[in-house]
């Protein structure tokens, strides 16, 4: 039995002998190197064979000495491998949406900021008010001078005497701009046209006899007017083409990243003097003027709209009635202007206008004419569900949760809540979308004014506040529930107010397709990049 070897000699690499010389050419020398040997040309056979194997095996040694050489891996930890790889792909593709939703939400915040102190600025270079509020003319209608509501007092023949400087039931406005017509065709009003929306008669005007408010006769003005100027009041359609009065912006200023004009403004043709004497800025160039401003607008899909709200109104000093000494002055051109950045889904999307010919907020419907889809939004003015309480639930108690005094501070025992909840109607729960937000179209009177004509407002009073709530969570499709921004709806229920006297502003979701009862079908998304405000004091001219 032969000698089992050491485990230093079985580690040792084999020595093979070389050839004896006669293997070989007489006289050639042997090679010195692993290079040499192989290109020995003189070996032959099994000697040939050996001395290549040995050459090989010496090389492959040279460097790790007598080392055992590794075995592969096994089956199982081939597998093991795998597995661990196939998580980690896993993983990967499972963070690749919330890497892009991130990187979505980086841009739009960006986009919104940039685009929101464009329109800021946009709105404080460009607006202004007059002193004379109407064109002095004696024909009706008489054209306004500037492009804000302001209640009219006694000017004119066809605007009889109003109290002075009187608060109106909406405090908070949408500012009326012209805006671009995307669809339906079949107009006039056709794609590419502009168009400028009258706010005033259109939504203002019917939520009045809606919540049970009664204008007396000759007052309308007072509380609504056609801001849009040259319409007398009720006239119909809700909007019609260019020239229509005096809106605060041209639709091409709506869009961002702005658009280039057809040709450059310049001081002697940005105003164009009409043939009434009054001086309007040029009109944009439209398809039906020979120009492309509105379908390059078209292109954009960051547009915005914009409200505003008078911040000071004049008061009645501690006597209670006005024209004495001791009236608190206001001031009538420092304004707070309200910005909402929105994107569009695509080039396709657009925003519907609002009917309100059925005379009902709260089941609020969109315009199916031609011109009623537009490409900026036309804000709604909407109720919540009448048949319930506003939040909190249940109601805030005068006495328990806050005083019984003008101011209606909030008691020390009161509990805050984290979030309120609003009942609506089917048709105002589709415009409110999670993310989205509404602003309430009344504030609270300023002190000694005539507050307990109005009984709608917040706990606690804030006269020089406008709340803004934001959507946080949709249970279901007659619940919206919002932030609590620490103030509460109020409205006085002893003398019989209900939701319907506490009506909020709200933005559309975009749509491209309507069902078959020709109602949009909005994107289940907000579309509100960024909101942003401002307090402007207004240019006023005569």
Known sequence: MPRKPRSHEATKPRRVAWPHPSCHSEGAPRPKNLAGRLAWPHLRGHVGRRLHAQAFDEHAHADVGTAPVRPAFSLAELMIAIVILGLGLLFIAAALPVGLSYTRDTLDL????????????????????????????????????????????????????????????????????????????????????????????????????????????????????????????????????????????????????????????????FFVDLADGVLTPRPVLTPTLGGSETLKALERRVVWTAFYRRLLYPQPGPDGSFGTLDDIAGDPLLYEVIVLVVRRPSVDHRFPIQDNSAGNPAQPLAATVAGSEVLAPEPWLVTFDPNWSLPPQPPLVVGTDYANTPDRPLLPAFSERPTLTFRCTREVGILLPVGSIFIPAVNDDWPRRTAALRRAGFVPHAPDALPIYEVVERPDEFTVIVKNNGFYPWIDIATGQTPANWPVWVIPPAFRERDSTGQPVYERRSPILAIARRYIRLREID
């Open 110 to 269: 960006a986009a919104g900021e940039a685009a929101s102190e464009y329109a800021l600025d946009t709105v404080e270079q460009c607006l202004r008010t007059s002193h004379n509020l109407v064109k002095p003319i004696i024909f009706p209608p008489q054209p306004r001078l500037d492009n804000l509501f302001r209640p009219r007092q006694n000017i004119g023949p066809n605007y009889p005497l109003a109290p002075r400087d009187p608060e109106p039931w909406i405090k908070v406005r949408p500012l009326v701009m012209t805006n671009v017509v995307y669809g339906p065709t079949g107009g006039p009003p056709s794609k590419g046209d502009e168009i400028t929306y009258d706010t005033e008669n259109a939504t203002i005007a019917p939520w009045f006899p809606f919540a049970g408010v009664n204008i007396l006769l000759g007052l309308e003005k007072t509380q609504y007017d056609a801001v849009a100027g040259r319409l007398r009041l009720g006239t119909y359609p809700m909007f019609f083409p260019a020239f229509p009065g005096f809106p605060g912006l041209p639709s091409v200023a709506r869009v961002y990243p702005p658009i280039t004009p057809d040709w450059p403004f310049t001081t002697t043709n």
